[in-house]
């Protein structure tokens, strides 16, 4: 029985002092927090909350040996703490405790001075995502090593460099453009997609490269077949024979993205279904961020990357292709465009959305090959009629972008198809994962930018695209004016082989030069012309696409300029007016009036824009906390300086001494967050405000 007793007794012994130290680990958590809180309110400044919790910590497991030589002090030599009046002994330790929070607070305001915030890691942060930083690194070595397996380590580096052996790089092009389409390929779904929009961008990328990676629209090895039967299984929500009549193992074709599978409908339509490749989403989701390092690395390692602005570029793309990975909006618009070219000689094939979803599309079969591998029948046709195709294609983008607002902004030659023989053929639209979307004002000034080109008016050109963009605040408008000239200079006659992608780029280069921000949108329409191009010069190598967009352009801005588009957009502007009219003569009689009788005043409200308002706040601020924190360190070495005769509180300190230092502490902590507030700028101290509202 005392055996047991014992042994209950040391288990009680074991569970109350761990219990104990979970309390006292607790209170001590705890305590840091509200001392780490209260620190950084008392900067002002948003201090990291790891620095702030590691220097309360200090403070706290400070407390205790500050509190021993307190006591100690109190009571002196005779250890006999009566001596002190209880009043004063707590003076005294509100003394010690306040001094530890200022000193506490100094050295949290040298880290932020030393290493602000951000400049490190957040370790906790960085702990959770080491795990996730690893995979990524590894990754991104594999990358990086197919790309130097390929032999594209040092080519990449000089590639766009011009000058005595511009004959010889151009030469050894085909070879460096073969390299990249395999290590674009043998790095997985991203990069082939990378590849494909490449190949569209002439304008960026020398003929060898461009036809190279043309090679990607089609030449990827196909998923095989059980995997792609158990996506689309997962799909469907059943078996996909209880949907389909029929379904073709071998694919039509391949992409980085998805396959596309001949199937039949119970009802007997002949469909096709686009399946996205298992793992596709996460394999993406996982190389976007290595494609921006990359890019990263080119612009801030090469000429050429800094001066296309490839990280931009790449930043663009995965956002892109992240949308594109969502079926459900390709389904939308695939039924927005169909209905925007249904008076047009375009076919966009019929979605069926009771049998698609997130990772699977099904639509309409087109009997035909896309323009990318329909070369023996594009050489067979006339003249005539591919130069009709490339006319049909041009007139459709133009009105999509243009008069309709929505168009398609991924046409590189697989996604064109070539519909019919002979005479009779047709062209067709596929995969609208990218599509743009315009509003009427945007619409309306593009239309005028390219009657200023057809027309070569420098101010119109100018206006319409301050209007469609919006005005920077330090524009040089007259600088604006002269390179808008030059540009259109440079245009005017037409040039073959890449015109429009260089005109646009061109375009796009003085756009963003002159600090104008360019809309997603607007951005999309001149990429999506530009792009376009690679497609109609495997269609009519013939057709010049800057005449025929300015043609377009003029004959769209006279569609708009007819005697009913005129009468409506004079009803709609004098209904807008009607409300300012009917209460004008009201207004100039009271003008006249006070004007008369003397009574005529100006009134101008100052601080008018939040910035300025936000800077005044500030400088406020600044001069408030300044003048308190010279107050209270001038008054507290008074008081410590002339407060020895006061009312005695010990034996060695007055009452008048102790105020002095509780003074003095206010002004060490206040001149501590003059400090913060002078090294704050104004801009985020307003943005901090505003998070806080």
């Known amino acids: 029985m005392e055996n047991f007793l014992g042994e209950l007794g040391t288990v009680g012994y074991w569970v109350g002092s761990t219990l104990g130290a979970l309390i006292g680990l607790f209170l001590i958590v705890l305590m840091a927090w509200l001392i780490a809180t209260t620190v950084r309110r008392v900067l002002g400044v948003p201090v990291g909350w790891f620095r702030s919790l590691v220097v309360a910590l200090i403070m706290v497991l400070s407390t205790q040996v500050v509190m021993d030589a307190v006591i100690h002090q109190i009571a002196g030599t005779s250890g ?20 530890i929070f200022g000193l506490g607070t100094a050295l949290l305001m040298v880290l932020e001075m030393v ?17 996730k930083s690893w995979s990524r690194n590894r990754r991104y070595r594999q990358v990086v090593a197919t790309f130097i397996r390929h032999g594209l380590g040092a080519n990449l580096r000089g590639f766009g460099r011009r000058g005595e052996s511009g004959a010889r790089d151009e030469r050894s092009w085909g070879s460096t453009a073969t390299a990249l389409r395999r290590a674009l390929e043998d790095s997985g779904i991203t990069f082939v997609k990378l590849g494909q929009n490449l190949s569209a961008r002439s304008d960026l990328l020398p003929a060898p490269f461009v036809r190279e990676l043309s090679r990607l629209q089609s030449d990827v090895a196909a998923e095989p077949w059980e995997s792609i039967r158990q996506a689309l299984g997962t799909s469907l929500g059943c078996d996909p024979l209880e949907v389909f009549s029929s379904v073709e193992e071998t694919p039509l074709a391949a992409a980085s993205v998805a396959q596309v599978h001949r199937a039949r409908l119970r009802d007997g339509t002949e469909v096709v279904l686009k399946v ?12 976007s961020d290595i494609v921006v390092r990359i890019c990263r690395w080119l612009q801030n390692n090469t000429t050429w990357g800094r001066s296309l602005r490839i990280l931009e570029l790449g930043r663009g793309f995965t956002r892109s292709l992240e949308e594109e990975l969502d079926y459900t909006v390709e389904a939308a618009n695939m039924q927005d465009m169909a209905a925007a070219v249904s008076d047009q000689n375009i076919t966009v094939p019929t979605v069926y959305p009771e049998f698609s979803s997130t990772r699977l599309l099904v639509m309409d079969y087109l009997p035909g090959a896309s323009v990318g591998r329909a070369q023996p029948q594009m050489l067979a046709l006339s003249p005539a009629t591919r130069r009709r195709l490339a006319q049909d294609l041009t007139n459709s983008v133009m009105r999509q972008i243009m008069d309709d607002g929505i168009f398609h902004a991924d046409l590189h030659p697989g996604n064109v198809m070539l519909l019919g023989q002979g005479e009779d053929t047709r062209l067709g639209l596929l995969d609208f994962g990218a599509v743009g979307r315009l509003d009427p004002r945007s619409q309306q000034q593009l239309v005028m930018i390219f009657a200023a080109i057809d027309r070569n008016d420098t101010r119109l ?23 808008v000239g030059e540009l259109l200079v440079r245009y005017r006659g037409g040039m073959r082989g890449g015109s429009a992608s260089r005109l646009f780029g061109s375009l796009m280069g003085l756009i963003l030069g002159h600090g104008f921000e360019v809309p997603k949108a607007v951005a999309a329409a001149m990429r999506s012309l530009g792009g376009m191009e690679g497609t109609l010069g495997q269609i009519d190598p013939d057709l010049e696409l800057v005449t025929a967009a300015r043609e377009i352009g003029a004959d769209l801005l006279k569609n708009r300029f007819t005697p009913g588009s005129l009468k409506e957009s004079a009803t709609t502007a004098l209904l807008e007016a009607l409300p300012i009219v009917s209460q004008l003569p009201r207004r100039v009689n009271r003008i006249a009036d006070d004007l008369q009788g003397g009574r005529l005043s100006i009134n101008m409200r100052l601080l008018a824009h939040e910035n300025d308002r936000r800077y005044v706040t500030w400088l406020f601020q600044q001069v408030v906390v300044s003048i308190l924190a010279g107050f209270c360190v001038l008054g507290g070495i008074v008081l410590l300086v002339f407060g020895e005769g006061g009312p005695a509180m010990t034996s060695y300190m007055s009452w008048y001494t102790a105020m002095g230092y509780i003074v003095l502490f206010a002004g060490f902590v206040l001149s501590l967050r003059t400090v913060a507030l002078v090294m704050q700028l104004p801009e985020a101290a307003g943005a901090r405000e505003r998070d806080r509202r």
Do not use: C, K, Y
């Not at 290493?115 to 795990?131: C, E, I, K, Q, S």
């Open 276 to 287: 996205q490749r298992p793992g596709a989403v996460e394999e993406v989701m996982r190389d």
């Open 115 to 131: 290493l602000p915030t951000g400049t490190l890691p957040n370790p906790f942060l960085w702990t959770a995502g080491l795990r």
């Open 80 to 99: 006999v703490l009566s001596e002190v009046s209880i009043p004063a002994a707590l003076v005294l330790i509100i003394i010690a405790l306040l001094w």
């Open 461 to 483: 050109l100018n206006d319409s695209l301050i209007e469609l963009l919006g005005r920077p605040e330090d524009l040089d408008e007259r600088r604006l004016e002269r390179e």
